[in-house]
C-alpha cells in the first residue's frame, strides 16, 4: 500500500513569508509525528498527534510554528514570518499508534527560507 | 551533552568488510531502532529492539540495557549499504516519540 507522502518536496520562501507543509500518513495509521533535521544533524521531535489531538507539542520550537491534523488524517505544519534558521528537512511519521509500532516515514519536505 | 551519541560519525569501508557503528543512550528508554538515510532519501525503519539480538539479512542489531549500548553490524558490506545510519530511542509513554542520534555517515567502496 502507499506509504507516507509529503508535499511539496522542496519550498524555497523568503524570509518572512508563511509556509504550510503536507503530510499524508498510511491509510489507518492513528499517531503522526512532525520532527525536523537540520543539515547534518539528526532529526528533531516538533510535535505528535493521537487522531485529532496535539497530545505532545513540546517540540515545537516557539509560536511561530503550529500544526493541524482537522480529521485525523492528513496533517498540516504551518510556520508563520519564517526565518533563515527555519530552514530545514521537515519529516512526517506515521504509526498504527501502539506504543510498540515501528514509525514510518515520509520523503520530507525540504524548506529553504532565503 | 547528547542522549543519544553514536560513532563514529563517518565510516569509510571497502566493499566485503565487516562494519559496526555504536550508540550509546543517557535516557531510560523503552525501545531503541536503527534507522537508514539514503542521500535525498527518506528515512526507512531497519531495526526495533529492546533486549537481546535481531538479524534481517546481513544486517545485525544488539542491545546491551544495562549498559546502554547498541551496535549495528553489517556483514560483507556493499556499495549500496552506503547511507546515514542513525539511531534513536524512543522513550515509551503516551507519546512514544523519538530522539535520535546524529547518524553516522557510510561509505562502502568498492
Known amino acids: ?114 | 551533552k547528547n542522549e543519544v551519541e553514536q560513532s563514529p560519525q563517518n565510516l569509510t569501508a571497502q566493499e566485503g568488510e565487516f562494519i559496526t557503528i555504536n550508540c550509546s543512550y543517557s535516557v531510560g528508554i523503552s525501545a531503541l531502532h536503527w534507522l537508514q538515510q539514503h542521500p535525498g532519501g527518506g528515512i526507512v525503519s531497519l531495526f526495533m529492539l529492546s533486549s537481546g539480538k535481531k538479524k534481517h539479512g546481513r544486517l545485525i542489531a544488539t542491545i546491551n540495557i544495562q549498559e546502554k549500548h547498541s551496535s549495528l553490524h553489517i556483514t560483507a558490506s556493499h556499495p549500496r549499504d552506503s547511507a546515514v545510519y542513525i539511531c534513536a530511542v524512543s522513550l515509551g509513554g503516551a507519546t512514544n516519540k523519538l530522539i535520535f542520534g546524529t547518524g553516522t555517515l557510510l561509505a562502502v567502496q568498492p
Do not use: M
Open chain 1, 1 to 114: 500500500g502507499a506509504g507516507v507522502s509529503q508535499t511539496p518536496s522542496n519550498k524555497v520562501t523568503e524570509k518572512g513569508k508563511y509556509v504550510e507543509l503536507r503530510c499524508d500518513p498510511i491509510s489507518g495509521h492513528t499517531a503522526l509525528y512532525w520532527y525536523r533535521q537540520s543539515l547534518g544533524q539528526g532529526p528533531e521531535f516538533l510535535i505528535y498527534f493521537q487522531g485529532t489531538g496535539a497530545a505532545d507539542d513540546s517540540g515545537l520550537p516557539n509560536d511561530r510554528f503550529f500544526a493541524v491534523r482537522p480529521e485525523g488524517s492528513v496533517s498540516t505544519l504551518k510556520i508563520q514570518r519564517t526565518e533563515r534558521g527555519d530552514s530545514a528537512v521537515y519529516l512526517c511519521a506515521s504509526s498504527s499508534g501502539l506504543v510498540t509500532d515501528t514509525q514510518y516515514f515520509g520523503p520530507g519536505t525540504r524548506l529553504t527560507v532565503l
